[in-house]
């Protein structure tokens, strides 16, 4: 694996004033060379999970290795950034697409291509009330599996009415088996 180095933004000041498309070059570039986009949160459509002002690193990965759940930085076709949770995975003529979501919207977003993905979020950073840092690593086991059920959460009723019909204890023993092989489980 690459050794990634930090690129920042500076937290307190807004980011570059530069065009969308612009932007977008720019961020691919510093994520292309392996370096860690730091980045503040400044949107609402990932509340109550991300709710403003949370400093995420976000890191570029192999597309093949984004799963349902994960939080991806992407381009959209006018061009504008998108920080959204990926709710479902399809190979369409060959290539990756992907349906994202915002954890506080109702739709899902259009399908993002594998080829307008930046990056993948891998640590949440927010300062609490008495001035500490909390820190989530997104990459750990159990933050895949949360994510993992904050995406079904997301996708409504009806996904959740299709899993009670095929066994909800049948389909969550399939996902710890999943984020937990049995060669990395112990049993006394």
Same mark, same amino acid.
């Given at each position: 694996?690459?050794r ?8 307190d000041?807004p980011p570059?004033d530069l065009?969308?498309?612009e932007k977008?070059a720019?961020?691919r570039d510093?994520?292309d060379?392996?370096l860690?986009?730091?980045?503040r949160v400044?949107?609402?459509?990932m509340a109550?999970?991300?709710?403003g002002?949370?400093?995420l690193?976000?890191?570029k990965?192999?597309?093949t290795?984004l ?12 061009s ?9 995975k399809r190979?369409?003529?060959?290539a990756?697409?992907?349906q994202t979501k915002?954890?506080a919207?109702?739709?899902i977003d259009?399908?993002?291509?594998? @080829?307008d993905i930046?990056?993948r979020?891998? &640590?949440i950073?927010?300062t609490?009330s008495d =001035? *500490?840092?909390?820190?989530?690593e997104?990459e750990?086991?159990?933050w895949?599996v949360i994510?993992?059920f904050?995406?079904i959460a997301?996708?409504? @009723? ?6 009670? &019909?095929?066994g909800?204890?049948?389909?969550? =023993? *399939?996902?710890?088996r ?5 060669s990395?489980?112990t049993?006394p």
């Open positions: 694996m690459p990634h180095n930090n690129f920042y933004l500076v937290p000041e570059p065009p969308s498309r977008a720019f961020f510093i994520l060379r392996a860690s986009l730091r980045v400044t949107g609402y459509s109550p999970f991300l709710n002002g949370e400093i690193t976000i890191r990965v192999c597309t290795s799963r349902k759940g994960d939080l991806i930085f992407c381009v959209t076709r006018d504008s950034m998108l920080l959204h949770r990926i709710v479902g190979v369409m003529d060959g990756l697409v992907f915002g954890d919207l109702y739709c259009e399908p993002v291509h594998e @080829r930046l990056g979020v891998c &640590r950073e927010s609490l =001035g *500490r840092v909390s820190r989530i997104m750990s086991g159990i895949r994510n993992y904050q995406a997301g996708l409504g @009723r009806s996904k959740i009415t299709t899993l009670s &019909r095929r909800l204890p049948s389909h969550f =023993g *399939r996902i710890i999943r984020f937990f092989p049995k990395k489980v049993t």
